[in-house]
């Protein structure tokens, strides 16, 4: 997973402006889709089955993009009827850790025939497994004037199977330092959705410069995609 260090010069922060999304744990990540014709395959709803060639690691609600990645990494997309498959997706569901069922975002793309096919690259934010006692990435809070009260923020935290024993805490901070974070008011997760193995947070008005989470525990070693949102 990432080395998710403080902000410097030559490792900048973004900030979240209300109503934007950062991922505090989760990377976007290209995965290999299986080759032509057991990779892509495209019913008459337009729905586009996907097949990776390794654990993928996705999560559904995120888009997905289809990619040729060229010949030099033998990424090129074959389509049996020569339809279209690349282009930008919503993930509908996970139906095992190797496929995706995906929706069509792209005008381009939803109007397709039938078709079959592979190669190329898949790309989304895909789980990471991070170690006990990590901090994920952090987000400056921005509200665009100064003179008004930071927004309030909410959180997402999707698990890609049951994580035992858990608790990450949503942590503020005044300077982007280790040191500062603290964790805010009823910012302990320790329960996850028994069917989903999901959580979310509603929090109030958050007065901090700095957003992060940190995984405080999990007794077995599962991927965790956290979103923070402003």
Partial sequence: MPNYAVQSPTNPMRGLLRGDTGYSF????PATIAASPGGLSRAASGIVTLTTSAPHNFVPGETLTVIDSGPATGGLIVAVGGTRFGGNYLIQAIPSTTTATL???????LHQPTDTG?????VSIAAEAPAILTAGKAFGLQ???QSRPRASISVDGILLAAPGVFEVDIQGAAVDADTEYATVTNGVISAVDATNFNFHFDGGL?????IRLFIRARANAVGFVGRIRG
Avoid: K, Q
Avoid at 103 to 109: A, G, K, Q, T, V
Avoid at 206 to 210: A, I, K, P, Q, W
């Fill in 118 to 122: 592979g190669g190329g690259r898949a």
């Fill in 143 to 145: 509200t665009g004037d």
């Fill in 103 to 109: 929706l069509p975002l792209d005008e381009i793309i």
């Fill in 26 to 29: 989760g990377a976007l990540t």
């Fill in 206 to 210: 958050v007065e901090s410069n700095f």
